[in-house]
């Protein structure tokens, strides 16, 4: 089969992997999925739409979501649980020099150990991906949850 | 014990034995009945969240412009505020006077009149019914009768208070002026973090699957911070052993627990004889999120402060936010968290702020515990038929104390709890 050069396969691939990384607990390949100066941020609709800056997590690096990890490993006390994203179809929405910007709709399952199971969070990814290297690679990705509301605490990352 | 039938559940329990869920009149033993029985919950909204209170509503800046309105609860009611063509903040229960429908649904807005979308009855500024439609029929049929005056029907007030861009509301007329109340130490700890008008960063909500009363338990409790939350121990972010104090208002409602960092006295020992140290080894890759800013001028670099029964006020560094508990039934409660900063805020201490806001909130390094602790003491609820908990760090009263290694501003929580509750 010939390498797939169309945009949409290569996020939709990129966003494949990045869900399979958080879902199967494998956290300590999550920042590898990021550049080194790449921001990731967790903000809602609301403080989106109004250009309200403050976010449920903000990163301005990788090192800040090594440091995430490293914290959920060793400092942060929370359920055993785990996350099933189901990611929708990808639209590119902007393309330049070598970076795509890429939006996709997810939803988020949380499965705590007891059983207990919940739809956790809905959203969009609003992405801007590295696609000059050998492989691709978030240089910002921007979470924007559908509701204002989370429930209990949000550790793993989205 | 005479009568009481403590753990009942709801509507088992009638008012007049209320008297009994507490074995004695103290504020150390809190019988746990209190987190889920409906009959309480039910009094709550009666004595507390309707009585002689000042309920957290929201910052002034919220509704800067005439017409400007905002939805928010007063304990679990909804209410709105809003600003009057004269400028004038008024708050009235949301909900129509006609048949009872929530009045006003977005979350902020600007309007000239409130109007019912059901039967399109609508209230001016001031809650006041300017229009029924059809109220003289049609074709001169139907119609209201003519015992019907409009000045009769107006929506439900609440007494608004503002303190530092703070605004709180009440239900009860008599309820004392806000700022005795509070009591001039909590007062000068709220203008401490509020000195000139904030601007707000953004808002989220977290929703607690737990009694309201644990949540604010738990910001009056300094005993856990350090042992539930790793990061601070970890970082040296905070430590019991930091200089700092626990302030109780005279009512024993309001707390102010703060501390400052003080290289010179950290004195790691008795962490380490409790073996309640983390991996000392684990460091930050990004330590700018420890950079900080001294912009009160005072060196404190944590107050949490809370004013009964519904607000805590956070400062943790530069990260600055008000917290509104929502009780939203006896099993479960929202916080809404509403960052601030200031409009001369220059962009480092912004960055500061938005940075740090990574320690707070349901994601926070040092905060997201809390969204989880409540809820385990929640789900072990069904085995406490006439026990209680214990409430003895630091002493049985309610005092301020230089410790923070104390109980004392959660005993003040009941003993303002008990006191307005008549139980």
């Known amino acids: 089969m010939p390498p797939d050069n169309n945009p949409i396969g290569i996020v939709s691939g990129l966003l494949a992997d990045y869900a399979h990384c958080i879902d199967s607990d494998e956290l300590e390949r999550w920042p590898d999925f990021f550049t080194e100066q790449a921001r990731y941020r967790i903000t809602t609709t609301f403080n989106h739409e109004r250009g309200l800056p403050v976010g449920i997590i903000d990163a301005k690096n990788r090192n800040m979501l090594e440091d995430r990890v490293a914290a959920l490993r060793k400092a942060n006390i929370y359920e055993p649980q785990r996350y099933r994203h189901i990611i929708s179809v990808v639209r590119i929405t902007g393309e330049s020099g070598g970076l795509v910007q890429a939006e996709a709709g997810f939803i988020v399952v949380r499965t705590m150990i007891d059983g207990r199971q919940e739809l956790f969070v809905s959203g969009r990814y609003l992405d801007s991906i590295d696609l000059s290297g050998q492989r691709a690679v978030f240089t910002e990705k921007l979470v924007v949850l559908d509701s204002d509301k989370i429930d209990t605490l949000l550790a793993i990352p989205l | ?423």
């Open chain 2, 1 to 423: 014990m005479a009568g009481g039938q403590p753990g009942l559940p709801c509507g088992e329990r009638g008012m007049t034995d209320m008297k009994d869920i507490w074995l004695d009149d103290g504020l150390t033993q809190v019988p746990f009945a209190v987190y889920d029985d409906q009959d309480i919950y039910a009094r709550e909204r009666e004595r507390l969240f309707q009585g002689p209170t000042w309920n957290i509503l929201g910052l002034e800046c919220e509704v800067p412009e005439p017409g400007d309105y905002k939805t928010t609860y007063l304990g679990d009611i909804p209410v709105v505020l809003v600003r009057g063509k004269d400028g004038v903040l008024k708050a009235f229960e949301n909900r129509c006077a006609h048949r009872g429908a929530l009045l006003c649904l977005e979350r902020f807005g600007n309007t000239k009149a409130f109007t019912c979308v059901y039967h399109a009855w609508s209230y001016n500024h001031d809650g006041e019914l300017i229009g029924v439609a059809f109220q003289n029929g049609i074709q001169g049929e139907g119609g209201m009768g003519e015992g019907f005056r409009r000045e009769d029907h107006g929506l439900r007030q609440v007494k608004i208070a503002v303190l530092a861009g703070l605004v709180f509301g009440s239900f009860d007329e008599a309820v004392q002026p806000l700022e005795d109340y509070l009591g001039p130490d909590i007062v000068a700890r709220i203008h401490r973090v509020l000195p000139r008008p904030p601007k707000i960063l953004g808002y989220f909500t977290q929703t607690l699957r737990n009694n309201w009363k644990l949540y604010a338990e738990n910001v009056r409790d300094p005993y856990h911070a350090s042992i539930l939350h790793l990061f601070f121990t970890t970082f040296r972010v905070n430590r019991l052993s930091q200089k700092g104090g626990i302030i109780v208002s005279e009512n024993g409602g309001h707390h102010v627990s703060y501390s400052m960092l003080d290289p010179g006295t950290a004195d790691d020992s008795d962490y380490d004889a409790a073996k309640l140290r983390a991996d000392s080894e684990f460091g930050l890759k990004e330590p700018r999120l420890l950079d900080g800013r001294d912009e009160f001028n005072d060196g404190i670099t944590l107050q949490i402060l809370s004013v009964f029964p519904n607000l805590v006020l956070q400062q943790v560094r530069n990260s600055l936010v008000v917290r509104q508990i929502v009780p939203q039934g006896v099993d479960q409660a929202d916080v809404v968290w509403t960052t601030y900063g200031f409009d001369d805020d220059d962009e480092e201490l912004m960055d500061l702020r938005l940075m740090q806001s990574n320690f707070v909130g349901p994601a926070g390094y040092i905060s997201m515990e809390d969204g989880a602790v409540g809820n385990f003491i929640q789900r072990a609820l069904p085995g406490t038929k006439g026990e209680t908990s214990v409430v003895m760090m630091g002493g049985e009263d309610a005092a301020s104390m230089a410790s923070r290694a104390t109980e004392t501003s959660i005993r003040g929580f009941w003993k303002a709890y008990r006191n307005l509750m008549a139980i």
